[in-house]
């Protein structure tokens, strides 16, 4: 074999053998490119979904955030209309004209015990004077005295003895007819 069919023989195996290193860098390239691409889009379906169930999470936790909010609004807006109607008690009871004004006061009185001294606001003591209150306690059979001081409250009385008071002012009463009653004027009033 002559020096040209040698040199050529091993040029066309050299060729040869460069093709197939490249084919296989080829396919090797292709199966990577592949796997990458499916692992790409694997990722991407994955994200997709994470964001879609972090949004579906978002959405629940706006939601559930937004009724509780529209929950205390309404309960805000409940507890203001029954702010509201114990304010209309206390200005309706107020508002009594004197004949009822001092029936109901005198009415009080039934919480007195012996030796109270009883403190009225300005328009009760004028609605009942010392002769009104030992009529009272006559009748009772107990000693009860008009104390010289004002209260200074809305209506109503404190009862006093031995540094102890009875809060029977309209305030308090009214308080504690909320307290007592709240949840049932709240289902008469909302249902």
Same mark, same amino acid.
């Not at 990458?36 to 706006?62: G, I």
């Not at 059979?141 to 029977?168: H, P, V």
């Given at each position: 074999?002559?020096?040209? @069919?040698?040199?050529?023989?091993?040029?066309?195996?050299?060729?040869?053998?460069?093709?197939?290193?490249?084919?296989?860098?080829?396919?090797?390239?292709? !199966?990577?490119? @592949?796997? @990458? %691409?499916?692992?790409?889009?694997?990722?991407?379906?994955? %994200?997709?979904?994470?964001? !879609?169930?972090?949004? &579906? &999470?978002?959405?629940?936790? $706006?939601? %559930?955030?937004?009724?509780?909010?529209?929950?205390?609004?309404?309960?805000?807006?409940?507890?203001?209309?029954?702010?509201?109607?114990?304010?209309?008690?206390?200005?309706?009871?107020? &508002?009594?004209?004197?004949?009822?004004?001092?029936?109901?006061?005198?009415?009080?009185?039934?919480?007195?015990?012996?030796?109270?001294?009883?403190?009225?606001?300005?328009?009760?003591?004028?609605?009942?004077?010392?002769?009104?209150?030992?009529?009272?306690?006559?009748?009772?059979?107990?000693?009860? %005295?008009? $104390?010289?001081? &004002?209260?200074?409250?809305?209506?109503?009385?404190?009862?006093?003895?031995?540094?102890?008071?009875?809060?029977?002012?309209?305030?308090? !009463?009214?308080?504690?007819?909320?307290?007592?009653?709240? @949840?049932?004027?709240?289902?008469?009033?909302?249902?």
């Amino acid at each position: 074999m002559s020096k040209e @069919a040698i040199s050529k023989k091993i040029l066309d195996d050299a060729h040869q053998k460069a093709d197939q290193i490249i084919a296989e860098g080829q396919a090797k390239a292709d !199966e990577i490119l @592949a796997k @990458a %691409t499916e692992e790409c889009d694997k990722l991407l379906l994955d %994200t997709r979904k994470e964001l !879609e169930r972090r949004e &579906e &999470e978002d959405l629940a936790r $706006s939601r %559930t955030v937004a009724e509780l909010d529209a929950k205390r609004l309404l309960l805000d807006a409940r507890l203001e209309i029954i702010d509201r109607v114990f304010a209309r008690a206390l200005e309706k009871l107020v &508002e009594l004209d004197d004949k009822a004004m001092k029936a109901l006061l005198l009415d009080m009185l039934s919480a007195a015990e012996d030796k109270d001294e009883v403190l009225l606001n300005p328009r009760g003591r004028s609605l009942i004077g010392e002769a009104d209150i030992n009529a009272y306690a006559k009748k009772r059979k107990i000693s009860l %005295t008009l $104390s010289d001081a &004002e209260g200074d409250f809305a209506g109503g009385m404190l009862l006093r003895r031995d540094g102890i008071d009875k809060n029977l002012t309209f305030e308090v !009463e009214l308080a504690l007819l909320r307290d007592r009653e709240e @949840a049932e004027i709240a289902k008469q009033i909302f249902g």
